[in-house]
């Protein structure tokens, strides 16, 4: 197969074509600073403004709670930093206290290093072997702490897939008067959500992420949330997020979000359907491999496999000789072999975590592409583990 085949979907996706050809005309014909008071500058402004409210929409959110950021990283420390800012400054002298998960990317887990460095306290509650948050232990850590200003829980895992019971922690917080925060870089775009139903205050996503251009995404904050800006300046996204917008990115995002979720549930049924299908030949045809994460709640197009024996790193290099992308775990942190943090609060032992490959699948995959990917993974895991066979 001469064409690339590629398996990364959750490190990124491709600019859909359609919001790839909206962002065009914002680069070179209404390329208009939005915040002028001029007719040309008000086309950027309104191209802003539709964009809001279709994602708005897709989430049952108001436009006006909807804030462009430059992405999952951004909306993460906005939220994190910033509810704790607000806890501080509506307690004087008292510290906030975040609950939060051990399996969160780094745009949250190393937010909270920092806030810990700044004297507050950071709790990490209990995940199952699967990834999920254990409801009646997350309870009790809530109960414990009275301080707790905030809730951070993942919508769904971008290593091994699992999603959360995003709905009941939701009920938990808003028993407990806590801010909910869901990182929904990996849900957004792939699976219904309902930040009404879910309790949700605020929640981060990017549009890299759901065939949108990067370095663009936006933070949800409810309206009753007097959440405080955290980047200063002039006055765009009514004074909440300062700099001047990035106009295409957010078209592109605004096209992207609405494709995506017109098109989720057929998508995710093929996605998924291929999926099943790649595992099975997998988990069927090489010894020693276990798919990790959870088997029904998880995202449609995630596969992924520890096996034992040989290290993830170098599988996917092997896995690119032959023109395939894959990753050996998070794409945020490639280039250490340390275990995946995810996969240590799961329990899954070192011997096993060194192995780690993950698969995330897209649209336009195909099923010959899953045939041709597993005899390939099934010639490189016989190598690396000594086997003779040669690729
Ligand atoms: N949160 C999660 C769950 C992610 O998977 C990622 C990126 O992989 C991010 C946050 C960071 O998003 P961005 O690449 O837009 O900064």
């Not at 909807?66 to 400054?89: C, H, M, P």
């Not at 001047?244 to 996605?271: D, F, Q, Y």
Request: charged share 25%; net charge negative.
């Amino acid at each position: 197969m001469s064409k690339m085949i590629y398996l990364d979907h959750a490190a990124t996706t491709r600019t859909m074509p359609e919001a790839a050809k909206a962002m065009e005309p914002y680069l070179d014909i209404y390329y208009g600073n939005p915040s002028t008071i001029y007719e040309f500058g008000e086309k950027s402004r309104k191209a802003i403004e539709r964009a809001r409210e279709v994602i708005a929409g897709t989430l049952h959110a108001r436009p006006e709670e909807i804030f462009f950021t430059s992405g999952g990283t951004e909306s993460d420390n906005w939220a994190l930093k910033e509810a704790v800012q607000l806890y501080e400054r509506t307690h004087p002298g008292r510290k906030a206290h975040i609950l939060t998960t051990p399996i969160e990317h780094h745009a949250i887990l190393n937010s909270c290093e920092e806030l810990l460095q700044m004297g507050c306290g950071v709790s990490y509650l209990k995940v199952d072997e699967s990834g999920r948050v254990i409801l009646r232990e997350a309870e009790q850590e809530i109960l414990e702490h009275e301080d707790a200003c905030l809730l951070s829980v993942m919508y769904a895992n971008n290593e091994i897939g699992t999603i959360e019971p995003i709905d009941e922690i939701g009920r938990l917080a808003k028993k407990r008067q806590l801010i909910f925060h869901t990182d929904a870089v990996q849900a957004y775009g792939h699976i219904p959500i309902h930040v009404q139903r879910d309790h949700i205050d605020m929640l981060s996503a990017s549009a890299h992420k759901f065939g949108g251009p990067k370095g663009v995404g936006f933070l949800y904050i409810r309206s009753e949330i007097n959440l405080p800006a955290f980047v200063h300046g002039g006055a765009q996204e009514s004074n909440r997020r300062a700099g001047t917008e990035n106009v295409p990115g957010i078209v592109g995002m605004g096209v992207a979000a609405e494709l995506s979720h017109k098109r989720m549930r057929m998508e995710n049924r093929k996605i998924k359907y291929l999926r099943d299908y790649l595992a099975h030949r997998i988990l069927q045809e090489i010894p020693d491999v276990v798919l990790t994460g959870n088997a029904k709640f998880r995202l449609s197009n995630n596969a992924s496999f520890c096996f034992r024996g040989i290290t993830g790193e170098a599988a996917a290099i092997l896995m690119d000789t032959q023109g395939i992308c894959v990753s050996s775990g998070s794409a945020c942190s490639t280039g250490s072999l340390e275990d995946s943090h995810v996969l240590t609060a799961v329990g899954m032992e070192s011997e096993w975590a060194q192995g780690a490959v993950r698969i995330t699948l897209g649209a336009e995959n195909t099923k010959e592409e899953m045939d041709y990917v597993a005899e390939k993974l099934k010639m490189v895991v016989a190598d690396m583990r000594g086997a003779g066979r040669s690729l």
